[in-house]
């Protein structure tokens, strides 16, 4: 058992998750921006500009967060260093930068060089940061606790090598057997095994240490995020011949009930928090959690709808997931993140007295962030019902709401970097 | 055998919980209450710490022979929260609770962060580590004064 990794020492310097988390809200500004142009991402999930889309809003901002938010709490609360974190962190961080853009190129053009340069340089990046995750987390010194954890590193390995036949049978590197369609099982081990799995361990962790809430159950804790992963394995059919699809079928409905479970837990020991003073990032959780309980409510029945609203649901459905469900978890995240990493990296710097530096509050006022959540909840407001509404009024609710989904995207990128801004003027270093 | 673990955290607990009482008492400009409460809190936490400063680490330090290992990163830990509940405790002589709630919510993410390492790590470790003392220890811990 190590403890090594206990100490902030441990952790990387304050600058390499800030390059993460600052080129994080420029990708969701691109993909609102683009998506105002394009059109036909509404009207088919895999068409060329909504494939775009969806990885820069996974890629780009989602992961982006994420990866750079694991590098630092793996060895900080996980007690699980991270070998290399300086070096890893970079090679993680233009894989993203560079190779998600190139990526999104690609699908939009229909252009396999754009395809392979992403992919290329993706996998790229992102290894060195899996083997690295990997290490620490075999390591940790917490291990029961590190699971959620290490079955989401695994998912995210699952869905790359799933991502990776797709590009290059896409681009007519390779032929793909056409018994198996591999997309929606891409997908789903992304969203699910991927972003929902690190969301519920991130979650254990932290929802009880910021609300000061009782624990979650401990048999929650202890076996949802398996039967998570027990629901994905079945919906990839590794049951018997014959039985697929019962299995997937089961698979699904366990997943979608495990994820209400998390989401009604979550808001229940929420509602029991000690704390009362009012948290922006407790409401962007909130939201969270009524959007993943959309979601999950919405999937099941997507097969019961009439067939004009099938699309159109399941376009509403990724945008409820994505933005309603993540994209609100990670932003309510980094109002607590960069705030104290700022404060933190800042003290120890310079040994100035607690006094004498910007406390959290002032790294990022609630008057700041508190417009980033009222743009973020008006987006979801206008996105979500938009694909069923009539021509017109669906039209500009789309515009509206994406306007809505760039100026957060803004706000948040400006709010983040006042932090950075008032580290460097108290003294801090971004060696 | 979880003595320790169980008996630190629920001291964790109460401090959280006087933590929270002062805080919210301030939010509502509840100065009164809010002193009180602050008042009960800091004593709580650095009650707490010189159970962890005077009984438990120097025990586990002495049985492991880890003096660098994480006690030392848990005192460094402690020195920072000190300073801060110092800072807090001007915040509330000032009346300023824009001050106190900028600070409290520092606080809080040193002292859960803190505490989670010590719950899921430390505090397993020394129940490890002291598994046939682990009963002499919480007394001595309880007799410790306040």
């Given amino acids: 058992m190590t403890v090594a990794g206990l100490s902030y020492e441990q952790a990387p310097p304050f600058a390499a998750p800030l390059r993460f988390f600052l080129i994080a809200p420029l990708f969701l500004l691109l993909a609102a921006g683009l998506a105002l142009f394009l059109s036909d991402w509404q009207s088919n999930r895999w068409s060329p500009a909504a494939l775009g889309l969806t990885h820069l809003i996974t890629l780009g901002y989602l992961t982006m967060v994420m990866l750079g938010a694991l590098l630092q709490i793996l060895p900080v609360v996980l007690g699980a260093p991270v070998p290399d974190v300086r070096r890893v962190a970079w090679f993680g961080l233009l894989g993203l930068s560079i190779g998600t853009p190139s990526l999104a190129l690609g699908f939009m053009l229909a ?24 290490f620490g987390l075999v390591r940790s010194a917490a291990p029961h606790v590190a699971w959620p954890i290490r079955q989401a590193a695994f998912a995210l390995v699952v869905t790359l090598t799933l991502g990776i036949a797709l590009a290059g049978g896409l681009s007519g590197l390779w032929t793909l057997p056409t018994s198996a369609d591999l997309t929606p099982l891409h997908a789903a081990w992304g969203l699910i095994g991927w972003i929902l799995l690190l969301v519920i361990g991130v979650a254990y962790q932290v929802v009880p240490m910021l609300q000061i809430t009782p624990p979650y159950p ?17 919906f990839s059919g590794l049951a018997q011949p014959g039985w697929g699809e019962a299995a997937s079928l089961i698979g699904e409905l366990a ?24 948290d922006v990032t407790l409401d962007f959780w909130r939201l969270g959690m009524a959007s993943l309980i959309l979601s999950a409510l919405l999937f099941p029945l997507l097969a019961w709808l009439p067939d004009i609203w099938q699309e159109r649901a399941r376009i509403s459905l990724g945008l ?14 980094l109002y607590k993140i960069v705030p104290f990493l700022a404060w933190f990296h800042l003290k120890t710097q310079t040994g100035a007295k607690v006094g004498a530096i910007p406390n959290m509050k002032e790294m990022i006022p609630d008057k700041l962030a508190r417009p980033h959540f009222r743009l973020h909840l008006a987006m979801l ?5 938009a694909p069923f509404l009539p021509a017109p009024a669906s039209e500009f609710a789309t515009s509206a709401g994406l306007l809505l989904l760039a100026a957060g995207a803004v706000r948040q990128w400006l709010n983040l970097l006042r932090a950075r801004r008032l580290f460097l003027r108290h003294g801090g270093r971004l060696d | 055998m979880t003595d320790i673990t169980h008996y630190l955290a629920a001291d964790h607990t109460h401090c959280d919980d006087l933590f929270a009482e002062a805080e919210n008492a301030v939010a509502s400009t509840d100065w009164l209450n809010g002193q009180s409460r602050f008042q009960a809190y800091e004593a709580a936490t650095l009650h707490h710490f010189a159970r962890e400063e005077s009984v438990l680490f120097p025990a586990f330090e002495a049985r492991t022979g880890m003096s660098h290992g994480p006690t030392a990163v848990m005192r460094g830990e402690h020195v920072e929260m000190r300073e801060t509940l110092q800072a807090m405790g001007q915040a509330i002589a000032k009346r300023d609770a824009d001050a106190y709630l900028g600070l409290s919510e520092t606080m809080l993410m040193l002292m ?3 505490n989670l390492k010590e719950e899921q790590i430390l505090y397993p470790m020394a129940d490890q580590a002291l598994a046939d003392t682990a009963g002499e220890m919480v007394r001595q811990m309880e007799m410790l004064a306040g």
């Fill in chain 1, 111 to 134: 252009e396999p060089h754009w395809l392979h340069a992403g992919m290329t340089i993706l996998v790229a990046g992102l290894l060195p940061v899996i083997v690295s995750i990997a």
């Fill in chain 1, 218 to 234: 401990a048999w929650l804790s202890r076996w949802l995020t398996w039967i998570m992963l027990a629901g994905l394995l079945l």
């Fill in chain 1, 255 to 278: 997943i979608c009930a495990a994820s209400i479970g998390f989401a009604l837990a979550t808001l229940r020991i929420q509602a029991r928090r000690r704390r009362k003073v009012p």
């Fill in chain 1, 320 to 333: 409820a997931f994505l933005l309603g469900f993540a994209a609100s978890v990670v932003s309510g995240m």
């Fill in chain 1, 381 to 385: 407001i206008l996105l979500l019902p």
């Fill in chain 2, 112 to 114: 859960r962060q803190h």
